[in-house]
């Protein structure tokens, strides 16, 4: 929350960082030490578009401005980034300086080391978190050199597990494929490692740990029978990541037998495929996996269907996706027709997020976005949906060019300052953002617009109080509750948090 509160802060200064020559001016500081930093790309984004980098005292300044709405956007290498800022500058204003402090990108140092206590070279060492299944190796991952030593730079302030891929040569002496700090292989069991803002670790020790690799075998079978399904393709992945390129997709037999080898016990994820396109959708089941052979009962694949409607009038076609996501990956796209039908064909029963892509969709030059998708009674615009092997309901999504606003005004008591900041705080855990912010006017009048729906918590502080780190902090007393709804503006009276 405090980054957060200290982004929301600065747009809040920034809204009010206007003077009658038109000159936009601030600082930028390590957050850590309050150094200045030199050197930071600072862009001023409007109708007189220009950019900067921070001198060496921190400075940057924009001169000469003509009236108007600009976004300010400061970005530094190695630290964490800031969201883009509204910036008004309006003649006759008192130019109030911005100070912006970054924190510095987080830094683990240390050794890979076997289970004898040697180094060991090549293994990649990846900063990951939930969920861990899927997907290439984190962007931030190093590869153990020689003495086994390995560094990880510009690491975000949160909680993170170490995931190792061990490579080829040492699984052969008994290692698995994929592991975790400290030395497990289930991903459950992983170590929870806290990475503040700007720490540097080091003498960071990872000992791997040898496991049994046993071979897996068994056979697909339709459900409620012991046929062979018709399955054409089967991979194996465990919770923690893929195994190895050996148990990647490839064909079962006749009979429907599969057979991995080099598996480590316990649990892992068994994909089906019934088709051999890169955009199949794959029934997920978690087996155990030991010596014995094991039987994996498949269901039947069902098939989708659904409508898209609107406010407005819009050709379909061609301009809409619809797509089914798991582990964030889009498997399967599609778009509807003239009508705003279409079909999502082969879909496994299992648990799916339904994509919905409307970018650049517009009527008459008004813009649509989605107010709505249901899956029967059930809501699904932002969580999975559950499908089954039959009986499925009809997917209705509906577009609207309306958009939610919250509008009000605020009272003050004695005394009153001349600038009041608005912060409505989604109550869903949904991104704080500057555009969830507003100042409020001479009158006390305010106006957030653009909205997403759902509920709002609403506050006020005075800028004195919000620039010593009140914003967003505790107003049980003042908060006023507000639901958001698209094409709706929803009205309140406020008071101010820190009176």
């Not at 506050?459 to 505790?474: E, F, H």
Request: aromatic share 6%.
């Amino acid at each position: 929350m405090r980054l957060a509160c200290a982004a929301l802060l600065l747009s809040a200064a920034a809204l009010l960082a206007q003077s009658s020559d038109g000159v936009i001016e601030g600082t930028v500081r390590n957050a850590t030490n309050r150094v200045p930093l030199e050197g930071v790309q600072v862009s001023l984004i409007g109708a007189d578009s220009t950019g900067a980098q921070t001198d060496v005292r921190g400075g940057f300044r924009f001169a000469g401005l003509p009236p108007g709405g600009y976004t300010l956007r400061i970005e530094a290498a190695g630290y964490t980034g800031r969201e883009p800022l509204p910036v008004e500058v309006r003649a006759g204003k008192t130019v109030d300086p911005v100070t912006v402090d970054l924190y510095p990108l987080a830094r683990i140092e240390g050794r890979v080391l076997d289970e004898d206590g040697s180094p060991v070279e090549g293994i990649l060492v990846e900063p990951t978190f939930p969920p861990f299944r899927k997907g290439l190796p984190y962007m931030r991952s190093a590869t153990s050199e020689k003495a086994g030593r390995f560094v990880l730079t510009n690491l975000w302030p949160r909680d993170y597990a170490i995931r190792l891929w061990i490579p080829e040569a040492l699984r052969k002496a008994g290692y698995p494929a994929v592991e975790f700090y400290p030395g497990v292989t289930d991903a459950a069991r992983a170590a929870s490692i806290e990475v503040a803002e700007g720490v540097q670790m080091a003498g960071f020790e990872i000992r791997l740990r040898r496991v049994p690799l046993v071979d897996f075998h068994g056979r697909i079978v339709d459900l409620g029978k012991d046929e062979a399904a018709r399955v054409v393709e089967v991979a194996l992945d465990s919770e923690p990541g893929p195994i190895d390129g050996s148990h990647a997709r490839h064909e079962v037999d006749a009979h429907g037998r599969f057979h991995f080898e080099g598996v480590p016990p316990g649990r892992h994820v068994l994909q089906v495929y019934r088709g051999t396109g890169s955009d199949d959708l794959p029934y997920e089941s978690t087996v155990e996996v030991d010596k014995e052979e094991v039987s994996v009962p498949v269901p039947p694949w069902a098939n989708l269907v659904g409508v898209v409607t609107s406010n407005v009038s819009t050709p379909w076609a061609g301009v809409f996706g619809i797509g089914l996501v798991t582990d964030g990956a889009w498997r399967r796209n599609v778009v509807p027709n003239e009508d705003g039908k279409f079909t999502l064909p082969n879909v496994p029963p299992g648990s799916w997020e339904l994509r919905l892509e409307s970018n650049n969709l517009t009527a008459a030059g008004r813009k649509l976005r989605v107010a709505s998708a249901r899956f029967g009674t059930a809501s699904v615009a932002d969580r999975p949906m559950t499908v089954t092997e039959g009986g499925n309901p009809p997917i209705v999504i509906l577009l609207t060019d309306e958009i939610g606003r919250i509008a009000g005004t605020v009272e003050q008591d004695e005394p009153k300052e001349t600038a009041v900041i608005v912060l409505a705080q989604r109550m869903d855990g949904g991104p704080v953002v500057p555009g969830n912010v507003a100042q409020a006017g001479p009158d006390g009048s305010f106006l957030i617009a653009e909205l997403l729906p759902g509920e709002y918590r609403v506050m006020a502080w005075g800028l004195t109080a919000a620039r010593q780190g009140a914003l967003g902090g505790d107003c049980s007393k003042r908060a006023a509750m507000v639901t958001v709804s698209n094409g709706q503006t929803a009205t309140l009276k406020l008071k101010r948090c820190d009176q």
